[in-house]
């Protein structure tokens, strides 16, 4: 009956919500709840349902709903908290997709109005024509939205430049917990007494806030009564830091601050963490913007990714146990190296031995920043069960006690059996201890009270607090009581219950909380599990599939907007199923038990993988190389061993054999995909319409190519794919001619069988068909490796080979598809190494030419555009720009099955890129961009083509 009434409560609270707010803004079904049980914390909890308010009367509107039905109510943002705060047994107020407006700039007072969603990195951007910023600098800047930073008290790098976001925090409109919707500074009789109460309980404890409050500006451990004037209460220093506890805030006015005119950073590398540390105050004698800290684990751990170890190596000589990134800001290039030539004397009155690196340019300095933000994720890229996680990672002590804290902490971990990784802000003594804890296990379990317990009391002892800017959430109110004592935690109580007497706002968070090892809450315990899947790929490496799934540490940085790859769907939807992160915790859940009896053949997962372009971006932008692309693969196979492969997925995936027996008759084939009758069919089909499959060529590239290619001894082999086969012969010719021109023997080969690599198989989850490729291409291929390099003009027939056999391909044979993938290159890195043995034999147009560039995803993310920006720069008087374009949205079939979505991603940026530059020339090596642009009317060359025009 108690189920029952539960149920019925819940149908209740549904329909008043979706009355109150619109039906598509309320989800609580099983997935979305799911998905919004975790943030980047150790932490899970299931979560009542999901809202997604438009507007602050939306806000309002939940808070009644929620008040009558007793639901507590929890805001959240990019759900970037790493302490468990975006988590919790209430209905979440997801403001990321609507609330994200900016309200109102004010050039005279240096401040802007926002609303809460907005990620604080779009509105840096959109001040950056003003030259103002927001003063704190989170490195989740590009994920963590403002209401967010403002409910965590935010801070960053330049902590001792700008302070915390409390700080610049001017005005704050909020929805208290009764509903009411108000200015904090207005004077409505509930906000006097709310500033009455306030001030008597800062008042009353006013020895116990002097003698227990931490010896650090950078604190966010409990309401800040610290900050509480009891003569004028300002009560935007409490909601500032409280983790949504008090109230919601609907809108923001902060104060600016302008942007610096010119940085420059020295790395100063250290034999020992302890010698960096003491190093620091010294340093900041000298006024630095920033001092950052980065310990040789996450510096190893950066040399393993293929996305980020390019940069460190520009910064990084040597082996340095700890790195010290110094910042300063400057008015003039004389300036700033008076500030380095200061450093460097200091460094050597203090006997510094190391060496000194400078980052001076903007490109420079974003390797070093890129890095520094990107290190909670490089340091989750750890295939262990045991993870450097977030739980004392966080506490700050007076940077003059920095040093003998962190001995301390040593101590700690090692007498717990275990090591640690260690980095951050040194100038605010707050540096992010990770220390390796497998909380699967006893001991692990073990180990996270112990350090935790331990950690707390070192923190205490040197003056510091457990928490510098990542809040206490649910890893730290624990221990509010042993850094505050009862009497300030009784206020701190007080101050909760005078602001939401029904503790319905976010409750268990700083006051009243769980203990931080609870297994109820915990994402990770001894008795976690996962059911077994017989996969196709090889997952060893990462301990299994779900191991792949569980290399998500929640971090969101694929909730980025703007600028990268990764992730387009997420981009195109602003809906937390379609990101990267949403689709590993899909596949994470269902594998261990949450969605029985479906498991891998739940629809629930199944719509979650449905908007996956594939597109291979998550394996080089998340610092944890999360390959969702393969995941996608491996999930939709098992899926279709239980449902059955659809008749659209075996289509797409035998394109090759489509278009063989299309060729047969290609101008009877051409017009049965444009007329009527071909579309009915195709509907028949199942197949979509709005936009027809690429149009065959009336001679295969092969049949002209075997008699105009080299034969005999070759210096390379061109493996023909089905685009360039079938579709696209002209780029094949193009290729043939400048060969030709440089005088060098370029062979041509169909892959044997079927003559396809299996991308599209691949994409579709035929796996067993895929690796049945795969394996006749490998064992044809490795028998002609001595033969010259293989040479790929398709990206996603060139990733097939070096990124998926490898590990598709049966064990016996991983180490031929190794060697063969190592003698894969695409068209234009192999014409840049002709060209520069070569460039005498050619002749060039001598022709001006303005060429904007967009790279293939799969190339992109695996082996990178740059020679195929060299290539084109070759071209004399060329002029060549790539375009930060991200996907182009087609992606194989995606583009076909998802029209909508997928011009919608194109016209986020590369669409509109290339019409703001109608004159210049467009090159694009991957066959689905160039349709996607040349569907929207713009000319479009492969790469390999617009070198053969400019020949003479």
Same mark, same amino acid.
């Given at each position: 009956?108690?189920?029952?009434?539960?149920?019925?409560?819940?149908r209740?609270?549904?329909?008043?919500?979706q009355?109150?707010i619109?039906e598509?803004?309320?989800?609580?079904?099983?997935?979305?709840?799911?998905?919004?049980?975790?943030?980047?914390?150790?932490?899970q909890i299931?979560?009542?349902?999901?809202?997604?308010?438009?507007?602050?009367?939306?806000?309002?509107?939940?808070?009644?709903?929620?008040?009558?039905?007793?639901?507590p109510l929890?805001?959240?943002?990019?759900?970037?908290?790493?302490?468990g705060?975006?988590?919790?047994k209430?209905?979440?107020?997801?403001?990321? !997709?609507?609330?994200?407006?900016?309200?109102?700039?004010n050039?005279?007072?240096?401040?802007?109005?926002?609303?809460?969603?907005?990620?604080?990195g779009?509105?840096?951007?959109q001040l950056?024509?003003?030259?103002?910023?927001?003063?704190?600098?989170?490195?989740?800047?590009?994920?963590?939205?403002?209401?967010?930073?403002?409910?965590?008290?935010a801070?960053g790098?330049?902590?001792?430049?700008?302070?915390?976001?409390a700080?610049?925090?001017k005005?704050?409109?909020?929805?208290?917990?009764?509903?009411?919707?108000?200015?904090?500074?207005?004077?409505?009789?509930?906000?006097?007494?709310?500033r009455?109460?306030?001030?008597?309980?800062?008042?009353?404890?006013?020895?116990e806030?002097?003698a227990?409050?931490?010896?650090?500006?950078? $604190?966010?451990?409990?309401?800040?009564?610290?900050?509480?004037d009891?003569?004028?209460?300002?009560?935007?220093?409490?909601?500032?830091?409280?983790?949504?506890?008090?109230?919601?805030?609907?809108?923001?006015e902060?104060?600016l601050?302008?942007?610096?005119?010119?940085?420059?950073l020295?790395?100063?590398?250290?034999?020992?963490?302890?010698?960096?540390?003491?190093?620091?105050?010294r340093?900041l004698?000298?006024?630095?913007t920033?001092?950052?800290?980065?310990?040789?684990?996450?510096?190893?751990?950066t040399?393993?990714?293929?996305?980020?170890?390019?940069?460190?190596?520009?910064?990084?000589?040597?082996?340095?146990?700890?790195l010290?990134?110094?910042?300063?800001?400057?008015?003039?290039?004389?300036?700033?190296?008076?500030?380095?030539?200061?450093?460097?004397?200091?460094?050597?009155?203090?006997?510094?031995?190391?060496?000194?690196?400078?980052?001076?340019?903007a490109?420079?300095?974003?390797?070093?920043?890129?890095?520094?933000?990107? +290190?909670?994720?490089?340091?989750?890229?750890?295939r262990?069960?045991?993870?450097?996680?977030?739980?004392?990672?966080?506490a700050?002590?007076?940077?003059?006690?920095?040093?003998?804290?962190?001995?301390d902490?040593?101590?700690?971990?090692?007498?717990?059996?275990?090591?640690?990784?260690?980095?951050?802000?040194a100038?605010? +003594?707050c540096?992010?201890?990770?220390?390796?804890?497998?909380?699967?296990?006893?001991?692990g379990r073990?180990?996270?009270?112990?350090?935790?317990?331990a950690?707390?009391? #070192?923190?205490?002892?040197?003056?510091? $607090?457990?928490?510098?800017e990542h809040?206490?959430?649910?890893?730290r109110?624990?221990?509010?009581?042993?850094?505050?004592?009862?009497?300030?935690?009784?206020?701190f109580?007080?101050?909760k219950?005078?602001?939401?007497?029904?503790?319905?706002?976010?409750?268990g968070?700083?006051?009243d909380?769980?203990?931080?090892d609870d297994?109820?809450?915990?994402?990770?315990?001894?008795?976690?599990?996962?059911?077994?899947?017989?996969?196709?790929?090889?997952?060893?490496?990462?301990?299994?599939?779900?191991?792949?799934a569980?290399?998500?540490?929640?971090?969101?940085?694929?909730?980025k907007?703007?600028?990268?790859?990764?992730?387009?769907?997420?981009?195109g939807?602003?809906d937390?199923?379609?990101?990267?992160?949403g689709?590993?915790n899909?596949?994470?859940?269902?594998?261990?038990?949450?969605?029985?009896?479906?498991?891998?053949?739940?629809?629930?997962?199944?719509?979650?993988?449905d908007?996956?372009?594939?597109?291979?971006?998550?394996?080089?932008?998340?610092?944890s190389?999360?390959?969702v692309a393969?995941?996608?693969?491996?999930?939709?196979?098992?899926?279709h061993?239980?449902?059955?492969?659809?008749?659209t997925s075996?289509i797409?995936?035998?394109?090759?054999?489509?278009n063989?027996?299309?060729?047969?008759?290609?101008?009877?084939?051409?017009?049965?995909?444009?007329?009527?009758?071909?579309?009915?069919?195709?509907?028949?089909?199942?197949?979509?319409?709005?936009?027809?499959l690429?149009?065959?060529?009336?001679?295969?590239?092969? !049949?002209?190519?075997?008699?105009s290619?080299?034969?005999?001894e070759?210096?390379?082999?061109?493996?023909?794919? $089905?685009?360039?086969?079938?579709?696209?012969?002209?780029?094949g010719?193009a290729?043939?001619?400048?060969?030709?021109?440089?005088?060098?023997?370029?062979?041509?080969?169909?892959?044997?069988?079927?003559?396809?690599?299996?991308?599209?198989?691949?994409?579709k989850?035929l796996?067993?068909?895929?690796?049945?490729?795969?394996?006749?291409?490998?064992?044809?291929?490795s028998?002609?490796?001595?033969?010259?390099p293989?040479?790929f003009?398709?990206?996603?027939?060139?990733?097939?080979?070096?990124?998926?056999?490898?590990?598709?391909?049966?064990?016996?044979?991983?180490s031929?598809a190794?060697?063969? #993938?190592?003698?894969?290159?695409?068209a234009?890195?192999?014409?840049?190494?002709q060209l520069?043995?070569?460039?005498?034999?050619?002749?060039?147009d001598?022709?001006?030419?303005?060429?904007?560039?967009h790279?293939?995803?799969?190339?992109?993310?695996l082996?990178?555009?740059t020679?195929?920006? #060299?290539?084109?720069?070759?071209i004399p008087?060329?002029?060549?720009?790539?375009?930060d374009?991200?996907?182009?949205?087609?992606?194989g079939?995606?583009?076909y099955?998802h029209?909508?979505?997928?011009?919608?991603?194109?016209?986020?940026?590369?669409?509109?890129?290339?019409?703001?530059?109608?004159?210049?020339l467009v #090159?694009?090596?991957?066959?689905?961009?160039?349709?996607?642009?040349?569907e929207?009317g713009?000319?479009v060359?492969?790469?390999?083509?617009?070198v053969?025009?400019?020949?003479?």
């Amino acid at each position: 009956m108690a189920a029952i009434q539960q149920d019925n409560a819940a149908r209740e609270l549904v329909a008043d919500l979706q009355t109150a707010i619109g039906e598509g803004q309320v989800k609580f079904d099983y997935m979305t709840r799911l998905l919004y049980s975790t943030d980047a914390s150790n932490y899970q909890i299931m979560p009542i349902g999901v809202t997604f308010p438009r507007n602050a009367d939306d806000v309002v509107a939940i808070h009644e709903v929620a008040r009558k039905h007793h639901a507590p109510l929890l805001p959240r943002g990019g759900g970037s908290s790493l302490a468990g705060q975006t988590v919790g047994k209430a209905v979440v107020m997801d403001f990321s !997709r609507h609330m994200r407006r900016v309200r109102g700039v004010n050039a005279d007072t240096s401040s802007v109005t926002v609303e809460p969603g907005l990620v604080l990195g779009h509105l840096n951007k959109q001040l950056r024509g003003m030259g103002m910023m927001v003063g704190p600098d989170p490195a989740s800047a590009e994920r963590a939205t403002v209401g967010g930073c403002i409910g965590n008290n935010a801070s960053g790098s330049h902590s001792i430049l700008y302070g915390m976001t409390a700080d610049h925090v001017k005005r704050l409109e909020v929805v208290l917990a009764s509903g009411e919707r108000v200015w904090l500074d207005d004077s409505q009789a509930s906000l006097n007494a709310l500033r009455q109460k306030v001030a008597s309980l800062a008042r009353d404890h006013q020895d116990e806030i002097a003698a227990r409050f931490p010896k650090t500006f950078r $604190t966010v451990a409990g309401y800040a009564l610290n900050k509480i004037d009891p003569d004028d209460v300002d009560l935007n220093w409490l909601f500032a830091g409280s983790e949504g506890t008090l109230g919601t805030i609907v809108q923001a006015e902060l104060n600016l601050v302008p942007v610096p005119k010119m940085r420059r950073l020295a790395l100063l590398h250290f034999d020992t963490v302890r010698e960096s540390l003491e190093a620091t105050p010294r340093i900041l004698e000298l006024n630095p913007t920033a001092v950052e800290m980065m310990d040789r684990m996450l510096m190893d751990r950066t040399r393993l990714n293929p996305e980020f170890a390019p940069r460190l190596v520009q910064f990084v000589e040597g082996d340095p146990a700890s790195l010290l990134a110094v910042e300063f800001y400057g008015e003039s290039d004389a300036e700033l190296s008076a500030h380095v030539d200061s450093l460097k004397a200091l460094m050597a009155r203090i006997g510094h031995k190391g060496v000194i690196t400078l980052a001076t340019t903007a490109q420079e300095q974003a390797n070093v920043w890129a890095v520094r933000k990107a +290190g909670l994720g490089l340091l989750m890229s750890e295939r262990s069960e045991a993870k450097p996680i977030a739980f004392v990672e966080d506490a700050a002590v007076p940077v003059e006690n920095l040093a003998d804290y962190i001995d301390d902490i040593d101590r700690i971990v090692r007498e717990a059996g275990t090591t640690y990784s260690i980095y951050a802000h040194a100038s605010a +003594g707050c540096l992010h201890v990770r220390p390796l804890v497998n909380l699967k296990s006893i001991k692990g379990r073990q180990q996270y009270r112990q350090i935790a317990e331990a950690a707390t009391d #070192a923190a205490i002892k040197y003056s510091g $607090t457990i928490t510098g800017e990542h809040g206490k959430g649910l890893s730290r109110s624990e221990f509010g009581e042993k850094l505050f004592g009862k009497p300030l935690m009784g206020a701190f109580k007080a101050i909760k219950t005078a602001f939401d007497p029904d503790n319905l706002m976010n409750p268990g968070k700083i006051v009243d909380a769980t203990l931080m090892d609870d297994p109820s809450t915990l994402r990770y315990t001894p008795e976690y599990s996962v059911i077994e899947l017989d996969t196709r790929f090889d997952w060893s490496a990462d301990g299994g599939l779900s191991g792949a799934a569980e290399m998500c540490n929640g971090a969101g940085v694929c909730r980025k907007e703007g600028d990268g790859t990764m992730c387009p769907s997420y981009m195109g939807t602003l809906d937390e199923a379609h990101a990267t992160r949403g689709r590993a915790n899909a596949l994470r859940l269902a594998m261990s038990g949450h969605l029985r009896p479906d498991h891998l053949g739940s629809e629930a997962v199944h719509g979650v993988f449905d908007l996956c372009l594939s597109c291979k971006a998550c394996k080089a932008e998340c610092p944890s190389s999360v390959d969702v692309a393969r995941m996608k693969a491996e999930f939709l196979a098992a899926y279709h061993d239980v449902h059955g492969t659809p008749l659209t997925s075996r289509i797409f995936a035998n394109i090759h054999r489509l278009n063989a027996l299309g060729s047969l008759m290609p101008g009877i084939s051409n017009l049965m995909l444009t007329s009527s009758v071909g579309q009915a069919l195709a509907r028949v089909a199942g197949l979509p319409t709005e936009r027809p499959l690429p149009a065959l060529t009336n001679r295969r590239f092969s !049949r002209w190519a075997t008699s105009s290619a080299a034969s005999g001894e070759v210096d390379a082999t061109l493996v023909i794919d $089905t685009f360039t086969e079938f579709n696209h012969p002209e780029v094949g010719h193009a290729l043939l001619r400048v060969a030709d021109a440089l005088g060098v023997r370029l062979g041509v080969m169909r892959l044997p069988d079927q003559g396809c690599c299996g991308r599209p198989a691949i994409s579709k989850g035929l796996l067993d068909q895929a690796k049945q490729m795969a394996t006749a291409n490998v064992q044809h291929l490795s028998k002609r490796t001595a033969d010259g390099p293989f040479i790929f003009l398709e990206p996603s027939c060139q990733s097939a080979f070096v990124d998926d056999y490898p590990g598709l391909v049966d064990e016996p044979l991983q180490s031929d598809a190794a060697l063969v #993938a190592s003698v894969c290159m695409s068209a234009e890195s192999w014409l840049v190494e002709q060209l520069a043995e070569n460039r005498a034999q050619i002749t060039w147009d001598e022709q001006p030419r303005e060429i904007l560039l967009h790279g293939h995803c799969h190339q992109k993310a695996l082996w990178g555009t740059t020679s195929t920006k #060299a290539l084109l720069q070759a071209i004399p008087n060329a002029t060549v720009s790539e375009i930060d374009s991200g996907c182009c949205g087609v992606a194989g079939s995606f583009g076909y099955e998802h029209y909508e979505l997928s011009l919608k991603i194109a016209n986020q940026r590369l669409l509109p890129a290339i019409a703001a530059r109608p004159d210049a020339l467009v #090159a694009a090596p991957g066959t689905s961009c160039r349709t996607q642009i040349d569907e929207a009317g713009h000319r479009v060359w492969h790469p390999v083509e617009l070198v053969a025009q400019a020949l003479g």
